[in-house]
């Protein structure tokens, strides 16, 4: 598929095109600008919050105000807040890199992103001037905080099960429900509740503290992030005025999951922000911890898991700059002076559906990847609470389970993907499936078409021989989902290092030994999905010829990686941190 620069980069798309051939951001071409606002960023974490984790995590919750309104002195409340109210109303990418920094303290974090997130961002983005006047201002000065309040007891993945009703009765609505396990509820002015007018219209409303009826519950007791306040809202003929409708009756489904794909790319910075954090205190304890008379970053095992973390984070921060470029670049493109401005920024995300969950899905696991290797380079030390690997064992299990569950986002990544390649304006699947292979010389970039090649045969297949019935299978679904996102992350690394290379980046090589490594074990990962996913599928006789055609491919040809993860772990050990940390 060819394509001229003034066209967007379609969502989903990444599949078709040869690597290289589309524009990617990555993080070293961060604008100064950016990198001075998470520098502040960085600094508030270092100093006002991370001498308080302790405090934090004993849910103080006027100490999450305290902290969240010296934030929005600094504004980082307001980064994705328009001028008109208050805000900066910045690149997506400087979120990114804020969030990295914030995710350094688990609970915080959370706090933050729900705040700033999914409970600012539905007012920016379906207000009407009167609403966004009214609070954006506050919330991006922090002098009020925002929650968002989706889920319910029955309703959790299923979330337009709710049952919260809102009924029009003299100039007001009238609430009646209640939400479960809403993100700052203890100490939150503004919620924004989702609830079915009259039963059917799922709508959005603002709903203040102060306003009768509502109420909050207990906190919850949970496994981690324990410094957030989570606790249910309860509506109990919660009476609003009737202008506090957000978006229009009925558009509550387009609001809650257009916010969701949000919270879903930021996730994807925060666990790579984290990711680093971990990184640097295993090495230090590796560092000085010694067993047969030597330091255990001396045993390739342990160089093993050190290069492994590494390794996540570069992946991870070049899948997530690369998607948040895409997404910039169609944001530019729309105007907040525009009657529609807020509705086209939401479809500028929407087109990034697939690429948010894929975000979601890879940072939340490898983050939890990380976490295990930590606790495990921390042997006995990592089981105990008097050590930070437990912390983070415990903060970062929520990841895989909110903004969608990994199993939700996985499938929708198979049929977000499927839908795109059908219809007269799809993604050309079937005709790119059937397209001669064309090898690059280069080994990186032979084994990221050859994973393409592997992915598009039996994807298509799956389409040619099941249709969008295909989904019904989840299992076969979640492999689509997973050859997608391991393409779309290691060929992301693969770009990111090779251009690191082309500017004779100071940790060019670092960058290509480190992609090198992910390419190679994505590529058996894929492999083997690809084989599952034809298994699940064809007659003996489809399936005959398939896996013919699959071992006919070429595959690339294998590297020893212990000598790369030994040379990545000197280097990490050498700086102490993920070098290509920004400060
Ligand atoms: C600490 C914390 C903070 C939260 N903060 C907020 C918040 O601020 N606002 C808010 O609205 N919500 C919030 N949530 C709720 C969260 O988004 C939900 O817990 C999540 O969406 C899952 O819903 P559930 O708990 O009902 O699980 P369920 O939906 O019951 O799912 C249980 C299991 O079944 C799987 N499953 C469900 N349906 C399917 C399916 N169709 N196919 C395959 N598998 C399926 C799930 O993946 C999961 O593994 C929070 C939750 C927690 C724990």
């Known amino acids: 598929m060819v394509m001229d620069e003034t066209q967007l980069v379609r969502g989903g798309s990444f599949l078709f095109h040869a690597t290289g051939s589309l524009p990617q951001f990555t993080p070293e071409e961060s604008s100064e600008e950016a990198l001075a606002i998470a520098e502040a960023a960085r600094d508030f974490v270092a100093g006002e919050v991370m001498p308080r984790d302790e405090e934090i995590d004993h ?18 409340l307001g980064i994705e807040v328009p001028e008109a109210y208050g805000g900066l109303d910045l690149e997506k990418k ?126 919850e007791k949970k496994l981690g ?50 990711g680093k954090r971990v990184l640097e205190y295993t090495l230090k304890y590796a560092g000085e911890r010694t067993q047969f008379g030597k330091p255990l ?24 700059f690369r998607t948040i470029g895409y997404l910039d670049e169609a944001l530019a493109r729309t105007s907040w002076e525009s009657e529609t401005g807020g509705a086209d920024k939401m479809k500028a995300i929407e087109e990034y559906a697939v690429e948010a969950s894929m975000a979601k899905v ?22 105990s609470a008097e050590y930070p690997a437990e912390k983070i064992y415990r903060d970062c299990r929520i990841n895989r389970i909110f903004e969608g569950t990994n199993e939700i986002n996985r499938l929708l990544i198979a049929g977000t993907f499927l839908k795109r390649c059908s219809g007269a304006e799809g993604l050309p699947l079937q005709e790119a499936a059937a397209a001669p292979l064309d090898l690059p010389q280069d080994a990186l970039l032979r084994t990221v078409a050859l994973a393409k090649a592997r992915a598009l045969k039996v994807i298509a297949l799956a389409q040619a021989d099941r249709g969008p019935k295909i989904l019904d299978n989840q299992e076969a679904a979640a492999r689509i989902a997973n050859l997608l996102l391991e393409i779309y992350a290691m060929e992301s690394a693969v770009i990111r290092a090779r251009r690191m ?40 006789a489809v399936l005959d010829t398939l896996v013919a055609d699959l071992l006919a491919m070429h595959a690339p040809a294998p590297v020893a990686l212990s000598a790369l993860r030994q040379t990545i772990s000197r280097i990490l050990v050498e700086q102490g941190r993920y070098p290509l940390a920004r400060a």
Request: some cysteine; charged content about 20%.
């Open 59 to 76: 849910l103080d919750l006027e100490l999450n105000r305290e902290l969240l309104a010296k934030a929005g002195e600094l504004g980082i």
């Open 94 to 219: 400087t979120a990114l890199l804020v969030l990295e920094e914030m995710a350094k303290q688990a609970s915080f974090s959370t706090s933050y992103g729900a705040h700033t997130s999914i409970g600012t961002l539905p007012i920016v983005y379906f207000g009407n001037h009167d609403q966004k006047a009214k609070y954006l201002p506050k919330l991006a000065s922090g002098e009020w905080v925002a929650a968002y309040a989706l889920t319910e007891a029955g309703s959790g993945s299923d979330a337009l099960g709710a049952k919260t009703t809102a009924v029009l009765e003299d100039g007001c609505w009238v609430l009646n429900g209640t939400k479960a396990w809403i993100t700052n509820a203890g100490f939150a002015d503004v919620f924004v509740v989702f609830a079915k007018v009259n039963g059917t219209h799922f709508s959005a409303f603002i709903v203040e503290k102060t306003d009768p009826g509502l109420s909050t519950g207990a906190e």
């Open 225 to 274: 992030i324990k410094g957030s306040s989570t606790r249910t809202v309860i509506l109990d003929n919660c009476r609003i005025p009737e202008d506090r409708l957000l978006g229009g009756k009925g558009k509550g489904a387009r609001i809650a999951f257009g916010i969701l794909n949000i919270g879903r790319f930021k996730l994807g910075a925060s666990s790579a922000g984290a």
């Open 297 to 320: 970053t001396a045993f390739g095992l342990i160089q093993q898991k050190l290069a492994n973390m590494a390794i996540r984070i570069f992946v991870g921060e070049s899948m997530n």
């Open 362 to 383: 890879w940072g939340s696991e490898a983050l939890f990847a990380t976490a295990d290797d930590a606790v495990q380079t921390f042997g006995g030390a990592g089981f």
């Open 501 to 540: 290379a082309e500017a004779s980046h100071r940790w060019s090589g670092l960058a290509l030994d480190m992609a090198t490594v992910y390419a190679q074990e994505a590529w058996n990962r894929i492999q083997a999905e690809a084989r599952m996913l034809a298994a699940e599928l064809a007659s003996d």
